[in-house]
């Protein structure tokens, strides 16, 4: 049997997988094809935004939480399956929680990449996604996502490396996400002048530091139908999510409009490419 079209994309905590690449989940699933989420961590280091259930026995569960507020938002978005990659959140940069023995920061590089490696290899995906080098925001498992699916992506096609981890499987494409700087900018003016809030209200916010150049952009993914589950999907994740902050208290038209878009920049393709102007609508381009 012809390997079927397959999707892998790696994110670090329950709800990226959401913010990142819910419509993209969304979209291919509806197409048939095969999508796989790997989550490196439990975020176990997040914050419970909501107050009413923010109390110090949350706190000491957050793990099992938010394990299954992520299984019910992969419901919703689709997705076939879900893996972990077995390590402990690091917390945002600069925490104590980075020295955790166990957390993903701390993490042997090999080790990481042999787990990676044997999804790979026992998916056989050909397309693979994760974030940038910055991480998206500079977050130390985000970072490590992207370390990881690099080093993954040549390690699983060469047979001589991890030879447990099963059978060698060269992925076709290898992506990261991005979120263009300019288009990002008129998403939050726009909001703004609505009177909603943003993230330009915060004088520390530095928008270079979660954003990519726009000419760096390569693939645009059409997302405005699943829009509703994507909102739905978030809702899920309650322990992260405030309903009255920007992405859940968005008009129904600056959701579609600003944020109906996913984006993604092509690092590595091992196929032919068809012959295209402006921006690859697929991820399987040069695949069907």
Not at 32 to 45: D, H, K, R
Not at 223 to 239: F, I, S
């Amino acid at each position: 049997m012809e390997n079927p079209l397959t999707l892998m994309i790696v994110h670090a905590h329950p709800d990226d997988e959401v913010i990142g690449s819910g419509g993209t989940f969304a979209h291919y699933a509806k197409e048939g094809v095969q999508t796989v989420l790997v989550t490196a961590t439990l975020g176990e280091e997040g914050e419970i935004v909501v107050k009413e259930i923010d109390t110090p026995e949350n706190h000491e569960r957050l793990a099992e939480i938010r394990r299954e507020e992520l299984r019910r938002a992969t419901d919703i978005l689709g997705i076939a399956r879900q893996e972990f990659l077995g390590y402990r959140d690091s917390g945002m940069d600069g925490r104590e929680s980075n020295a955790h023995p166990e957390c993903f920061h701390q993490a042997d590089p090999d080790e990481a990449t042999e787990r990676l490696v044997k999804l790979i290899r026992a998916y056989r995906p050909q397309v693979l996604i994760s974030y940038n080098a910055h991480g998206g925001y500079g977050h130390p498992d985000h970072i490590a996502c992207y370390k990881t699916t690099q080093e993954a992506f040549e390690a699983a096609a060469d047979p001589a490396r991890y030879p447990e981890a099963g059978p060698a499987w060269a992925v076709a494409k290898l992506y990261e996400m991005n979120r263009p700087r300019e288009r990002s900018r008129q998403a939050w003016e726009a909001m703004r002048a609505r009177g909603m809030k943003t993230p330009l209200d915060n004088p520390d916010y530095k928008i270079e530091n979660y954003t990519a150049p726009d000419d760096v952009i390569t693939t645009e993914i059409d997302v405005a139908e699943y829009m509703p589950l994507k909102r739905a999907a978030l809702l899920e994740h309650r322990t992260q999510i405030a309903t009255d902050g920007p992405f859940l208290s968005m008009p129904d038209d600056i959701g579609r409009t600003w944020f109906g878009t996913e984006y993604f920049t092509l690092l590595q393709s091992r196929v032919p490419l068809p012959p295209r102007e402006g921006y690859e609508s697929d991820l399987f381009a040069g695949l069907r």
